[in-house]
């Protein structure tokens, strides 16, 4: 029996569409012949925990569960508004049961109708107006569309945290992504995001912002091999680029390029200014992005955005909640790991969001607010009393921390690795997008020596002084060298 069928006598049945009934099929010794619930509950997407080694560092578990960011700050204490990304559901504070499979909310990821949604500030339920039978009926794989619905919408909203992921890359044309283009590859998320080790599951999605095993380059190798510039006219000059440089430095020249603008920055040390009315107000540009908002502060957004670039080596170190902060200074969120002494480092581009947040002036420690209003006499809440005092007192409580009554503001920074929006090879930077006296990256910055930046920024002097002003912009790389020395590949690339 297919499985649209088997579907559709359950609804003849009419049992349930939760998980209970889902997993009387997917479960050990069932049709399917997995333990689906065990992979699931085991999964990142559903812990929402990450278990971080970075090397020469203690570890340190990670996640969405416990991290501090620099947008929506935190999860703990606003469980019901955060967890509507979650792939279970009844999240609603610390009390939520991880263990009971019938939490699990199948349709968030194998809708195929397009309808499903979760509400906003229901705790991973389900809108109640749906007609969950007939959306289960019609369960089956993955899409862009069933990802994005989170992962393009992260941190409040279309395009707010990543820069390479927003609702553009649901149908995105070969040109803003020549994977996920349909008329491209017209790739699925998890044609990439899937574990190639043997004993993986159908759920080990991988890919994780809070440590990689290696500098964000490995998927594409999967594919594409380390080196897989040979059948270009000039392939050996890239080829000898890919040990020092991520396939994505070249071939994400530019986020936020399908016509979405990206928060840059978030400003919370703003917020609270109501409406000449008393009402809470948001503000927005002339291109529909909000500006201000009463509940959340200042933010700015950029479009076709050029990434910033910084050595990365797969390990990343997470600022803590009990970590001690240098108000005075830029604090880094996530420090990317690596420097160009590191074999296993490259260059990459990053989003650089940054943001002010409150911290505890007294304990030099960043703090957790409560924002979202638990009930109605819930008043703690920021967003019922607009107090960040009983709000952050609030907060802490909730994770058994205290908060010293002293408020202050930090700046913060974090970095977000440009996978996606990889432009079609005739857009892919060239020689002198790099190498020119404003070329697009920080030598200088990123640990070279003076006198190798300016040979760095100069291409005459990368192909020799004796050969100054014969090619300016029209330098090809090795092609061409390869005009004038035929056959002498090894002897160019010395």
């Known amino acids: 029996m297919a499985q649209p069928e088997i579907h559709q006598l359950i609804a003849r049945l009419n049992l349930p569409p939760t998980a209970e009934t889902c997993l009387l099929c997917h479960r050990t010794g069932g049709l399917a012949g997995q333990d689906v619930a065990g992979q699931i509950m085991h999964s ?16 340190q578990v990670m996640g969405k569960r416990n991290i501090i960011n620099n947008y929506c700050i935190a999860t703990a ?30 349709l968030v990821c194998h809708d195929t109708t397009g309808t499903y949604t979760k509400t ?39 395009a707010v945290k990543h820069g390479d992921l927003d609702s553009s890359m649901t149908n995105p044309t070969r040109e803003l992504d020549v994977h996920m283009g349909v008329d491209g590859a017209n790739m699925s998320c998890v044609d990439c995001h899937k574990s190639m080790e043997a004993n993986a599951t159908a759920h080990d999605l991988v890919g994780s912002r809070y440590s990689k095993p290696n500098p964000d380059n490995w998927l594409c190798e999967d ?13 050996i000059y890239y080829n000898a680029h890919t040990g020092r440089i991520a396939c994505q430095t070249c071939h994400v020249p530019r986020f936020a390029r399908g016509g979405k603008a990206t928060k840059m920055t978030w400003d919370w040390s703003t917020a609270g200014i109501k409406g000449t009315n008393g009402a809470v107000q948001q503000i927005k ?4 992005n909000v500006i201000y908002d009463t509940m959340k502060g200042t933010f ?34 996530n420090q990317l790991l690596g420097n160009k002494n590191q074999g296993r480092a490259r260059i990459i581009p990053v989003k650089r969001f940054t943001a002010v947040q409150p911290y505890d002036a007294v304990s030099n420690s960043l703090v957790i607010p409560h924002l979202f209003a638990l009930n109605a006499n819930d008043t703690n809440a920021y967003w019922k009393g607009y107090n960040w005092t009983n709000a952050i007192h609030a907060g802490m409580a909730a994770v058994g921390k205290t908060f010293s009554g002293q408020l202050g503001w930090a700046s913060s920074e974090m970095f977000w690795v440009q996978n996606h929006m990889v432009a079609p090879k005739e857009q892919a930077l060239t020689c002198l997008d ?16 003076s006198n190798r930046v300016a040979r760095l920024q100069n291409l005459s002097m990368i192909v020799g002084t004796d050969h100054a002003g014969r090619f300016g912009a029209s330098y090809r790389g090795s092609a061409s060298c ?6 002498k590949d090894a002897e160019v690339m010395a």
């Open 44 to 59: 990142s997407h559903w812990t929402w925990t990450h278990t971080n080694r970075p090397a020469g560092q203690a570890a």
């Open 223 to 235: 594919c594409h091999s380390p080196t897989p510039h040979w059948n270009t006219d000039d392939g």
């Open 120 to 158: 906003p500030t229901g705790a991973g339920m389900p809108d109640p107006s749906l007609n969950l039978t007939n959306i289960a009926v019609l369960a089956g794989k993955t899409s862009r569309a069933t990802c994005g619905a989170c992962h393009f919408y992260g941190g409040g909203g279309d």
């Open 300 to 333: 700015t957004w950029a479009k076709d955005v050029v990434p910033e670039y910084v050595w990365f080596n797969g390990s990343v170190v997470w600022t803590e909640l009990d970590d001690k902060v240098d108000p005075t200074r830029m604090l880094t969120l």
């Open 77 to 106: 204490s606003n469980e019901p508004r955060c967890t509507s990304c979650h792939i279970g559901t009844g999240w609603r504070d610390n009390t939520f049961d991880f263990s009971n499979p019938k939490n699990i909310d199948c």
């Open 434 to 449: 790099c190498h020119s006296p404003t070329g697009r990256i920080p030598f200088a910055a990123l640990g070279y020596e």
């Open 285 to 288: 540009d002339a291109e529909g």
């Open 482 to 487: 390869l005009e004038c020395h035929p056959g």
